[in-house]
């Protein structure tokens, strides 16, 4: 397989006082094909973003190597970055703190066009306005102002800004946890379709699981800083093999009806901190599962098939459901 992005073994550390230290990513391998709608999942805390920033080399890494298209990111500075950055482009949270209030929407998605030698004035104008139009909202727009605009529209603009450059990857990083829930599922959609017709690659980091079953063939499963499963969409929804996707799903699914009456919710107790790390498998604190050896020995990511990978000691089998 042809590899667009591929991270080894990254690590990102962030140093606290008293000699502490936050291990945000704790060695995660990943690889994206061109074009591939990949999620990435798990609950708050548990490393998303920091990823999706190290990914793009928005902050630095501990350990590890990222490539991209090739390139070895980790190692380039920053003036060979900026050229690549046109490839590369992020939609964050909070689409108003993303938009600067004082400029233009036209002047807004026209600012990367010129800024990477893509188009000028009058032209770039004009892209801009098609690309409003892309992202579902009327080209007369380019002359308003972002408050002007609704929390979803303000999304939909900052979209617009990220595929003005034709970018390779787009990082979506939670794009609709600040939305109304009636729009979000309109901004997947735009995601997917984009993801579509442009042939871009997608990384949509989000806690949504069934904004990932619209939007992506495959989901990545991060719990304290490592990737515990990875499998292409409907299996991980149908036969999760790590204890904690099978939780994760379980809050959020609909009930089996022998089921319906017992509360879902996420397993026991709180996410540890990612500064005491438990030792061996870093959920077994939580894991209904949990045997002697899951105390003691760290398990790794490896195959259950070609396509899935898991990294627990006693997965779960697709008929397994206790
Ligand atoms: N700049 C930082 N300095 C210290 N700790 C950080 C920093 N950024 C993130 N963290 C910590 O790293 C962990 C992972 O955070 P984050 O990547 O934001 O998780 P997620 O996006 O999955 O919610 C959390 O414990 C968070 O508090
Ligand atoms: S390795 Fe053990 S503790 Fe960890 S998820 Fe698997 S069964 Fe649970
Ligand atoms: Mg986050």
Request: proline residues 8%.
């Amino acid at each position: 397989m042809h590899t667009l992005v591929e991270m080894r073994g990254v690590k990102v550390h962030f140093p606290l006082q008293r000699g502490e230290t936050v291990r945000a990513v704790d060695g995660v391998n990943l690889a994206l094909a061109p074009g591939e709608a990949v999620g990435l999942v798990g609950e708050s805390g548990c490393g998303k973003s920091t990823l999706a920033r190290a990914l793009l080399r928005l902050i630095p890494l501990s350990a590890g190597e990222v490539w991209f298209d090739g390139k070895p990111l980790h190692r380039l500075p920053e003036r060979e970055l900026r050229p690549l950055r046109r490839h590369m482009q992020i939609v964050f949270q909070d689409p108003m703190a993303s938009l600067n209030p004082r400029m233009r929407i036209g002047h807004i998605l026209a600012e990367p066009l010129e800024v990477h030698g893509l188009a000028r004035g009058k032209q770039a104008w004009q892209q801009a306005g098609r690309l409003l139009e892309r992202v579902g909202l009327p080209s007369e727009y380019l002359h308003r102002y972002p408050h002007e605009f609704s929390g979803g529209q303000r999304q939909r603009i900052c979209i617009a800004r990220a595929i003005a450059t034709q970018p390779r990857l787009l990082v979506a990083d939670e794009p609709t946890s600040a939305l109304d829930l009636s729009i979000r599922a309109q901004i997947h959609a735009l995601l997917r379709d984009l993801q579509r017709e442009l042939n871009m690659a997608i990384l949509f980091v989000t806690h949504d699981l069934h904004a990932v079953r619209q939007v992506c063939s495959r989901v990545l499963v991060m719990y304290l800083g490592k990737m515990v499963e990875s499998a292409p969409a409907e299996r991980l929804f149908t036969a999760p093999a790590h204890p904690y996707t099978r939780a994760l799903l379980d809050a959020v699914l609909e009930p089996r009806p022998s089921q319906a009456r017992r509360p879902r919710n996420l397993p026991v107790g709180d996410v540890p901190t990612a500064v005491r790390v438990p030792a061996g498998c870093r959920f077994h604190t939580r894991c209904p599962y949990a045997q002697e050896r899951c105390r003691v020995e760290e398990p790794e990511l490896r195959a259950v098939d070609e396509s899935h990978q898991v990294a627990c000691h006693y997965p779960l089998s697709a008929e397994a459901k206790p």
